[in-house]
Nanobody, 125 residues
Framework: VQLQASGGGLVQAGGSLRLSCTAS????????MAWFRQAPGKEREFVAA????????YYADSVKGRFTISRDNAKNTAYLQMNNLKPEDTAVYYC???????????????????WGQGTLVTVSS
């Protein structure tokens, strides 16, 4: 599975951006697509995930109420709509996917087999 991420950029605090992640296959079964981010000098952290079958969504506490993950089935694409961005959201954002994860593993980056390239999000104050 190949993942193509896009949509990063520079935005002022309070602004919005939408990230996209397109998979090279049609998602099926227990397919999960997620976003992680890594800020300078910090470890990569979980942001949000979408379970393709059933449409369950999962969020880190730090982004709940501001970020929304969604999908477009026809395009094999997941989106991360980021609103009310804060300077602390500045990071390289990575999309990831897996076809076998159980719910308890969704937040752990080492559980994902497939990764897209990172896209930089910079939020200025």
């Amino acid at each position: 599975v190949q993942l193509q991420a896009s949509g990063g950029g520079l935005v002022q605090a309070g602004g919005s951006l939408r990230l996209s992640c397109t998979a090279s296959i049609r998602p099926y079964g227990r397919f999960i697509m997620a976003w992680f981010r890594q800020a300078p000098g910090k470890e990569r952290e979980f942001v949000a995930a979408y379970k393709w079958t059933g449409g369950s969504t999962y969020y880190a506490d730090s982004v709940k109420g501001r970020f929304t993950i969604s999908r477009d089935n026809a395009k094999n694409t997941a989106y991360l709509q980021m609103n009310n961005l804060k300077p602390e959201d500045t990071a390289v954002y990575y999309c990831a996917a897996d076809t076998r994860l159980i719910q308890s593993s969704i937040g752990y980056d080492y559980e994902y087999d497939y990764w897209g390239q990172g896209t930089l999000v910079t939020v200025s104050s």
